[in-house]
């Protein structure tokens, strides 16, 4: 059994100096934490995998396809794979634990 404690990752990613931490992987699943500053750009592109945003902290809004919708502590975003999607208008740090299923890149060509 795994186990992960949320101020840990956050620790962990800081001192990595990224946005992403990926935190689990195994074949049908993995999770990791991303980190926007407010006010920043989030780099993305559409990944080959289904994905799912829980966002623990901040505010911003999301871009889906064609589709804008705000988010803050509690939203729960699902993006199909291979569809374009990124944070956008960040007031507060964003802090998201995202969920890749299949693991991230698992359907990479």
Not at 5 to 24: D, G, H, M
């Amino acid at each position: 059994m795994d186990t992960f404690k949320l101020a840990q990752l956050i620790s962990k990613r800081k001192e990595n100096e990224k946005l992403y931490l990926e935190f689990l992987k195994v074949p049908d699943l993995s999770m990791g934490l991303y980190v926007l500053p407010a006010g920043g750009v989030d780099p993305q592109s559409p990944h080959t995998e289904d994905e799912v945003y829980y966002v623990v902290s901040g505010r911003a809004q999301i871009q889906v396809a064609e589709e804008n919708s705000a988010v803050q502590a509690g939203s729960i975003v699902y993006v199909a794979k291979n569809v374009e999607h990124r944070f956008h208008s960040i007031k507060e740090e964003l802090t998201v634990i995202v969920f890749f299923a299949p693991a991230e890149y698992s359907n990479k060509k």
